[in-house]
């Protein structure tokens, strides 16, 4: 993982970003230009041979068939034919081998490059992009640059060449021939600029919409459980035709161009060259040229020709793959988070936090936080309650600094939050998420997600035991070996959310930040996550976001928020006696139970 990184580092794709797309993909060549170059060379030195196999055959023609005023014997013509196919297909084949290295090996840095500028990037922009859009730009466009550099500009050099070595070619044998053989060039080139600018537009909105698709797709799979809980198969279903059928309809589009290219290229080469061969044969009946010359230029003009129409193929090709490009750029444009600028800190925190007048906006004149102040001792418990939408989170997501405040500030252990690097900051803080995510691994390597440091089996088990998850661990047959399924679906939430409060308890923060922990579970193992959290807080200076009075009633110093701002503050015993939302929630909540359990009783 290191090299890897180090190899990122060493080679930035920023310097890719520039306003002229092609100067952006020819820097992103950046350590193939050679290979890229021997294998343009190769090409041409394959049309060169191709070139002189048509040269010999008028050479053979004109005079050891007709005037045999050549004394070389017939294997020496033999040889030379089959010599110049051989140095032809030899150079074709290291051309194509060479072409797919570069463009692989582009591709690969590029993927990687991409795949590491995502993991560094702000939390605010992943908070504002989605997840399908990234997908689609890390793959499918990602994949479109491969085949630029594989097909599409490789194609273009040998287009080139083939056009520069048969026109000289047919040049030398008749001027005049040469001449009247490229009169449909400045048309095709304007037919295929037209069709180069038409197809970019229709191809970028093609993109848009399966990057949609993938959000759309992806978003389903995510919340496969809610769907179904809701009953709402028929409603997806809708909503995922109706982007497909949108996709469908941009794809005709695009289709419809090429298919409206191929027709008028094709007409248009077809009477070029027949106007070619007609002219060519009146040219050799008057005695103008010879038969061999003849001959030679049939060969040759389709081999100008025809490049010629497929020159507008790969314009039209080349349009989405630098659309492509300009979509992964938008990524690689984007700035990095900030990670290690800082004060450098070598001792842990002591967690002690003071919040003075802090405010927050994501946007300019549009609050979330308002004037928020409050003193957290190394330790202590601060409990945050309100209604949804009412700065909960986002107060706790400016400790490990995943958004920066606007107003007041922030200390941490006394010195200013921004002085810390993120990095520091990120490593002193523990967060266990409301739906906490396990990846698809086995369980002791979720476990062990997040410790910088080598740990032992002994110091998993202790955190698995502190965290009531290990004798559950031991009835799964392989044990901490045991896979665990996308999000953990192998797992009940219960044990998803104490496998979390593992990770977090060998990560072992200064700082806690349990977001609602208790809210999906049941009365049981609501009790058992409890137990795990109180190992948990233990000694640690904990932020705790609840919906439920109960499981903040021990915490020293509780804050209610409405609309961004503290609207009541204290203890339990405190706020309880006072009119105010808290007091109101409780009563809901006390009412609540007690009805609910005057009912299983009378039911029992």
């Not at 993982?1 to 970003?17: G, I, K, W």
């Not at 010879?290 to 025809?306: C, F, N, P, Q």
């Not at 807080?537 to 705790?544: A, C, D, P």
Request: aromatic fraction near 10%; charge should be neutral; charged fraction near 20%.
């Amino acid at each position: 993982h290191m090299t890897s990184t180090a190899a990122n580092v060493e080679f930035d794709l920023q310097h890719a970003v520039h306003k002229n797309r092609l100067v952006g993909l020819w820097r992103m060549a950046t350590g193939y230009h050679w290979t890229y170059l021997a294998a343009t060379l190769s090409l041409g030195v394959a049309a060169t041979a191709k070139t002189s196999t048509y040269l010999l055959l008028s050479y053979f023609v004109d005079n050891f068939l007709i005037d045999r005023t050549t004394t070389l014997p017939l294997f020496v013509f033999a040889l030379a034919f089959v010599g110049l196919a051989i140095v032809e297909g030899s150079c074709t084949f290291l051309s194509t081998t060479l072409a797919a290295r570069t463009s692989e090996g582009i591709t690969k840095r590029l993927r990687n490059y991409v795949f590491d500028h995502i993991q560094h990037l702000p939390f605010a922009y992943h908070d504002q992009t989605k997840t399908g859009e990234l997908i689609s730009r890390s793959t499918s466009d990602v994949d479109a640059v491969r085949r630029f550099f594989n097909d599409q500009a490789i194609g273009i050099g040998r287009i080139i060449l083939l056009f520069i070595i048969n026109f000289t070619a047919i040049y030398n044998l008749n001027p005049k021939l040469a001449f009247m053989s490229v009169i449909i060039l400045p048309i095709i080139v304007v037919v295929s600029f037209f069709f180069f600018k038409r197809v970019s537009k229709i191809y970028e909105a093609y993109q848009e919409q399966e990057a949609i698709l993938s959000t759309t797709l992806q978003e389903n799979l995510t919340g496969v459980r809610v769907v179904k809980a809701f009953a709402r198969q028929d409603y997806e279903i809708d909503k995922f035709q109706k982007a497909n059928w949108e996709k469908f309809l941009r794809g005709k589009r695009l289709n419809i161009m090429h298919s409206l290219f191929w027709p008028v290229s094709d007409t248009i080469c077809g009477l070029q060259i027949l106007a070619g061969y007609f002219i060519g044969a009146t040219m050799a009946i008057n005695g103008e040229i010879s038969i061999g010359t003849y001959l030679a230029y049939v060969g040759l003009i389709i081999w100008i020709i025809y490049p010629m129409r497929n020159l507008g193929r790969i314009i039209v090709q080349l349009s989405t793959g630098m659309v492509s490009f300009g979509r992964v750029l938008d990524i690689i444009k984007q700035r990095r988070e900030d990670m290690d600028s800082g004060e450098p800190h070598l001792e842990n925190s002591t967690g002690h936090v003071v919040f003075t007048r802090v405010g927050f906006e994501y946007e300019e004149n549009s609050a979330i936080l308002k004037d928020i102040s409050f003193e957290c001792h190394p330790g202590q418990v601060v409990a945050l309650l309100g209604s949804t939408g009412s700065g909960k989170t986002t107060l706790v997501n400016l400790l490990p600094r995943f958004y920066d405040y606007t107003e007041g500030q922030i200390l941490l252990d006394g010195m200013e939050l921004k002085r810390y690097s993120k990095q520091y900051l990120r490593t002193q803080i523990g967060i266990v998420e409301q739906e906490p995510f396990l990846f698809s691994r086995s369980i002791r390597e979720n476990i062990l997600y997040g410790v910088g440091r080598e740990v032992t089996q002994e110091e998993i088990e202790a955190a698995a035991k502190a965290a009531a998850i290990h004798d559950v661990i031991l009835t799964f047959p392989e044990g901490y070996a045991t896979l665990v399924g996308e999000k953990g679906v192998t797992l009940s939430g219960g044990q998803k959310q104490r496998v979390a409060i593992a990770r977090t308890l060998l990560k072992n923060p200064r700082i806690l930040i349990l977001d609602d922990s208790t809210s999906s579970v049941d009365t049981e193992t609501e009790a058992e996550i409890r137990q795990a959290l109180q190992s948990l807080m233990q000694g640690r200076t904990s932020f705790v976001i609840a919906h439920r009075i109960q499981s903040i009633m021990n915490a020293d110093l509780i804050l209610v928020l409405e609309n961004g701002r503290v609207i009541q503050r204290g203890i339990h015993e405190d706020l309880v006696s006072q009119p105010g939302m808290y007091r109101d929630i409780f009563e809901i909540q006390t009412r609540i139970e007690t009805d609910l359990e005057k009912e299983i009783q009378s039911v029992s």
